[in-house]
């Protein structure tokens, strides 16, 4: 286990909107739901789990952007072309925003198979078929 990933925390502006896009995209990838209390949600897959945490009120006002210093995306191996197909038809039947829907699946290189797209908060995510580069 040494170097894997232990686990991701991601602070959200509104924990019930995150929670239910995390909860269906986490639950699609296979994690289960792990922990749940007042402020925050996990799911977990194997010995990585995911969280997120509902933001302090002080610090709502500055929201992200992945151009900023820290966080870019966050990019998942889905099983193959045919999943990334199907998240993306399920994406866009829950008005989930697409990202570079003028080249997909292709938008990051002839080598790559992926649907990019933003959580409520617009982090940017990656769902990348097994075999592909992102």
């Not at 991701?8 to 995209?25: C, P, Q, R, T, Y």
């Not at 151009?67 to 999943?83: E, P, S």
């Amino acid at each position: 286990m040494r170097g894997q990933l232990s686990h991701i925390e991601i602070n959200v502006a509104d924990l019930n909107k995150s929670a239910e896009f995390w909860g269906w995209l986490l639950g699609r990838l296979g994690y289960a739901p792990y922990q749940s209390w007042e402020g925050g949600r996990s799911w977990k897959l194997g010995a990585t789990y995911f969280v997120i945490v509902q933001v302090e009120d002080a610090f709502k006002l500055q929201a992200y952007h992945r151009k900023r210093t820290g966080l870019n995306h966050l990019a998942f191996h889905a099983a193959d072309r045919a999943d990334v197909d199907k998240f993306t038809e399920e994406l866009k039947a829950r008005n989930v925003t697409i990202l570079y829907a003028d080249r997909h699946p292709y938008a990051a290189g002839k080598g790559s198979y992926a649907v990019f797209f933003e959580d409520p908060d617009r982090i940017k995510v990656e769902l990348v078929a097994a075999g592909a580069e992102s």
